[in-house]
């Protein structure tokens, strides 16, 4: 607390009239961390609350040339790791890196392949090898090759990729998830994510795009032959042989198999990025135990239970699907749900010694950009590597504010309890940005190593003193007070207000309100209330808009697609070639402008 009362003292305080003033060290600025002179281990350490005995050191920020990491893994017998770089979602962008953690900073990164379609799995296989997941295919490589380009591998081919075809011959123009996250089991088993092209396919009924042989939002398993080894295709080859392991999911970017799975009864557990209802309770994220031929309910169920409104009559009266939710024989229920919009993207068991406190237990990493996400959780497991689920009421943390109630339509519900690794990783100003972990690593040494893509960093987590750890900080979002000051300033002005109004109405009631938030707008309200209400949900977002400054914020480059975050609304690209769209923008840039900093 000392260095961030020293920020705040010198920003009050002004120097002695009968002194010369004293000139405090600028801490150094690093993809958005103030950093000191403490390290974590040979890193800076980075202002992060973590459980006690535990740091973080920063090893590399965007000014090592990160643009979008997002995945890492250390390649075995040395002390490299190889890194993805999405570059954002656009194709050709993505780039695979090789870091040293031992050189000196700012030479800690090359470059190893570049020009690749979203690249974001990464695995050792069982020839020890490094494997990769782009858009349409899983690749193997060396990266300790003179050309490491050179010696690319497919092993998988043809997966459904940018535009998927849908079980009905339907040609989709965007898919929601196209990113191909793998894990390998210890007999060389792949299994592979293959997200759902839409967030609920509400328009379907069945859903095309879950259905027919190779449905998406599903689980693929490949099986390598005799040996172990998948042997490498060339174009045109058929891939090898495959089933569908599990359906109805979603979105499986974190796969975690217990290193004694397949064996009877260990445990294979996918991490759900559930539907983005837009409400902050629901729907809860999911742990799923995966065994072949269940269905795990997208898009007709969420939570435990629940039938999703859009599917309700369907779920009546289609003999296939008839009470899917309810019906055990098909739909398996989640081991656990999850805290909801957490956004889990990472998942493994913890095996090594460094932290013994952590052997055997369940990592998860928390992406999500919502109060529940930016922290990583650990479950206590049984020995087939389950988590006990507790009788309700079970609670889940929430970023500056009291925790909160599992719950299922209003109901608490039993779920596993879990501990936090990383629990303060909220914004503060001039200390820290919001985190947004998404892929991990254990290295050789037992060190716990993130990729962390919305601040475009490589993290370590290592052991010190519990007298050294980082408490907890005050959250730095704009307090109610302020909220009411800068709304009541933009209402009064009435150009402000009437291109307030034009935002609520084209912009955000048009294209926005049923993705990720209902905005705060209620059934009955005014068009005055809907804007007061939108703009105050505005102003208390992490980084959306900075008063005064239009092109300061993420909401302006959200919606023009402007760095590696995508692109938003889904249709924004299409969206973008609308000169009444564009003008829409500009609406919203001098609305944004015109606020009293």
């Given amino acids: 607390m000392r260095f961030h009362a020293a920020l705040i003292a010198a920003a009050l305080c002004g120097p002695a009239h009968a002194q010369a003033p004293v000139t405090a060290p600028v801490p150094a600025l690093k993809s958005g961390y103030a950093l000191n002179a403490e390290k974590c281990g040979p890193y800076p350490k980075l202002r992060i609350t973590l459980r006690p005995g535990y740091c973080a050191g920063l090893v590399a920020s965007k000014d090592d040339g990160l643009i979008f990491p997002r995945t890492l893994v250390q390649v075995p017998d040395t002390r490299f790791f190889v890194v993805v770089d999405m570059g954002g979602w656009d194709p050709k962008k993505g780039r695979l890196l ?31 090898r490094i494997y990769a997941g782009v ?21 998988v081919q043809g997966l459904p990729g940018f535009q998927p075809v849908l079980s009905n011959g339907t040609k989709l123009a965007h898919n929601n998830h196209p990113l191909k996250h793998f894990v390998f089991d210890r007999t060389g088993r792949l299994f592979v994510n293959i997200g759902a092209p839409t967030d609920a396919c509400a328009a379907q009924k069945p859903c095309a795009a879950g259905e027919g042989a190779s449905p998406l939002a599903a689980v693929w398993m490949f099986t390598p032959p005799a040996g172990g080894i998948f042997p490498a295709l060339r174009p045109g080859d058929k891939n090898p042989p495959h089933e569908v392991f599990g359906r109805g999911l979603r979105n499986s970017m974190a796969l975690a198999p217990h290193p004694r799975f397949p064996d009877e009864g260990f445990a294979f557990l996918q991490g759900e990025n559930a539907r983005d209802l837009p409400e902050a309770s629901r729907p809860n994220e999911e742990l799923n135990p995966l065994v072949p031929g269940k269905h795990y309910g997208w898009p007709y169920c969420y939570d435990l239970a629940t039938v ?108 596993a309890r ?34 962390e893509d919305k601040n475009q960093s490589l993290i370590r987590i290592d052991a010190e003193p519990e007298s050294a ?53 209620k059934r009955g309200m005014t068009d005055t209330q809907k804007d007061t209400a939108v703009l105050r ?34 249709d924004g690209e299409r969206l973008l070639n609308d000169p009444a769209y564009k003008a829409l923008l500009t609406t919203l840039d001098q609305f944004v402008a015109k606020i009293p900093k």
């Avoid at 501990?419 to 200390?431: A, N, Q, R, Y």
């Avoid at 208390?540 to 760095?563: C, M, S």
Wanted: proline share 9%; charged share 20%.
């Fill in 98 to 128: 090789l870091l040293d953690p031992d050189a000196p900073e700012g030479k800690r990164l090359k470059v190893l392949i570049r020009g690749l379609d979203v690249p974001h799995g990464l695995g050792v296989g069982p020839d020890r």
């Fill in 135 to 155: 858009v349409d295919k899983i690749v193997r490589f060396d990266p300790l090759a003179a050309d490491p380009a050179a010696s690319v591998e497919a092993i």
């Fill in 308 to 415: 999703s409104a859009e599917y309700a009559a369907f779920l009546k009266t289609n003999p296939a699907y008839r009470n899917l939710c309810a019906n055990t024989a098909l739909y398996r229920q989640p081991h656990t749900v999850m805290p909801p919009h957490g956004a889990p993207l990472g998942m493994l068991y913890y095996g090594a010694g460094k932290f013994p406190e952590l052997k055997d237990k369940l990592i998860v990493s928390l992406h999500g950009y919502r109060p529940t996400g930016s922290r990583i959780i650990v479950y206590d497991t049984d020995a087939q590597g389950f988590p006990a689920v507790s009788a309700a009421p079970v609670r889940y943390n929430v970023s500056c504010g009291p925790s909160e109630i599992f719950a299922e339509n209003g109901k608490p519900i039993a779920a």
């Fill in 418 to 451: 879990y501990t936090e690794l990383i629990s303060g990783w909220h914004k503060v100003t001039g200390v820290r940005p919001q985190g947004a972990p998404v892929g991990m690593a254990v290295a050789a040494d037992g060190a716990i190593w993130l990729a």
């Fill in 469 to 521: 750890a980082v408490g907890p900080l005050p959250c730095g979002a704009r307090t109610p007070a302020q909220i009411t000051a800068l709304a009541d300033r933009a209402m009064k002005d009435a150009e402000s207000h009437k291109r307030l109004t034009q935002v609520r109405a084209q912009l955000i009631e048009r294209h926005c309100i049923g993705c990720h938030a209902d905005f705060d707008i």
């Fill in 537 to 570: 949900f505005i102003l208390a977002q992490d980084g959306w808009i900075y008063p005064g400054n239009p092109e300061g914020g993420r909401l302006h480059n959200r919606v023009r697609g402007i760095g590696a975050e995508k692109l938003m609304p889904p």
